[in-house]
């Protein structure tokens, strides 16, 4: 008898193990593919940081001493408009949003992106101190190019107005604290 | 600018000797060939800071200390 259930269970083991041995090696082999796939370059925090830190440095050389103020302050720039009554705010990675600084009226967004073309799958975006000197330097050198290439939507698309005017008013209570005014240069 | 590394050093040089200014201009070249966007930051009469976006190299004043790539602007999300 117990001869038999010996027998039966060797039977019943090797038959289990031709169905279950495959499988524990599938797993493992997609196991180990999938470690294999695994990017060799992964977010670094410290990379990101030290190219933020050159980013700011490089934003703060190009812009003015009321500027890189507002941007370290506030988290966002005003850059005037080349028609008169008009500015725009920028932020990182968020729409250009184009208001009237008199009445605080939001005007527009303008969506705009500067995506890296020279990789086949698209790339990390730039750190937020160089998306801001991008559509810094776009803005003050072809306002209307880059306007022309933005997607135009109305206040509220993508960047809560609510928000935006608090912006203003931070801003407005910024200057004053610092002597200046809301009217253009 | 580089996305992921932020700001890269092309090349250097001084535009008044010949050999540097050839390896500025093809180097030049080669950023706008890859469809980045070149712009000189510069201070107006009026004291405001304001880019100047380049096309070429002749376009770049000649005392101008560095010259800016940046990818080219594209609408965002729809």
């Known amino acids: 008898m117990l001869l038999a259930l010996c027998a039966t269970g060797i039977v019943v083991g090797a038959l289990l193990a031709e169905v279950i041995v495959p499988r524990i090696n599938d797993a493992l082999s997609r196991r180990r593919a999938r470690r294999k796939k695994a990017p060799l370059v992964g977010y670094d925090p410290g990379r990101e940081r030290r190219a933020e830190q050159r980013a700011r440095q490089l934003l703060r050389s190009c812009v003015n001493e009321e500027e890189w103020a507002m941007y370290r302050d506030l988290g966002f720039v005003r850059v005037w408009g080349r028609g008169d009554g008009y500015a725009y705010l920028i932020y990182p990675h968020k729409p250009i949003v184009a208001f009237v600084p008199q009445t605080r009226e939001l005007l527009n967004e303008y969506c705009v992106e500067f995506p890296d073309m020279s990789r086949p799958y698209g790339s990390a975006r730039l750190p937020d101190s160089d998306d801001v000197l991008a559509k810094w330097m776009a803005l003050t050198g072809d306002e209307h190019g880059l306007v022309r290439r933005a997607n135009l939507h109305q206040p509220g698309r993508q960047v809560d107005p609510k928000a935006v005017r608090r912006d203003l008013w931070r801003l407005s209570a910024w200057e004053k604290t610092r002597g200046g005014s809301v009217s253009a240069p | ?78």
């Open chain 2, 1 to 78: 600018m580089k996305p992921g590394h932020g700001e890269v050093l092309v090349a250097e040089g001084d535009v008044d000797v010949p050999e540097e200014e050839r390896e500025l201009i093809e180097a030049f070249r080669r950023q706008l060939d890859e469809g980045l966007w070149a712009a000189v930051p510069k201070t107006t009469n009026n004291g405001r800071r304001e880019a100047s976006m380049v096309k070429s190299f002749d376009e770049i004043p000649r005392d101008a200390d560095r010259v800016i790539f940046f990818p080219r602007a594209a609408g965002g999300a729809r």
